[in-house]
């Protein structure tokens, strides 16, 4: 059993950053993939962003490349996803996940166990 925690969401203006975090609590492993995804008002949740446990393979959708970077430190259990040049078009609630297996492909919602409750992010132009 894995709780995972995001915080850092808010109201920023386009063109400005924020600093998403998630934290995991309770049987927490060093050996899983860790991944953010958003949901925008009446639309599907889809991919942002995943990081494997070592830390040397990250993977981002293509609206986000360049301007968001995740990172994780398994020491503290924690992912956290800095967004920069943000737009309007990225405001959505933002959840991170955790997928405790050995490995697969981390860009697919199915392949996660564990999510958080979101934290919402809201761009204004």
């Known amino acids: 059993q894995v709780q995972l925690v995001e915080s850092g969401g808010g109201l920023v203006q386009a063109g400005g950053s924020l600093r998403l975090s998630c934290a995991a609590s309770?049987?927490?492993?060093?050996?899983?993939?860790m991944g953010w995804f958003r949901q925008a008002p009446g639309k599907e949740r889809q991919f942002v962003a995943a990081?494997?446990?070592?830390?040397?393979?990250?993977y981002y959708t293509g609206s986000v490349k360049g301007r968001f970077t995740i990172s994780r430190d398994n020491a503290k259990n924690t992912v956290t996803l800095q967004m920069n040049s943000l737009k309007p078009e990225d405001t959505a609630v933002y959840y991170c996940a955790a997928d405790t297996r050995a490995d697969g492909p981390i860009w697919e919602q199915r392949e996660y166990e564990y999510w958080g409750q979101g934290t919402q992010v809201t761009v204004s132009s």
């Open positions: 990081i494997r446990w070592s830390g040397s393979s990250t």
């Open positions: 309770g049987r927490t492993s060093s050996s899983y993939a």
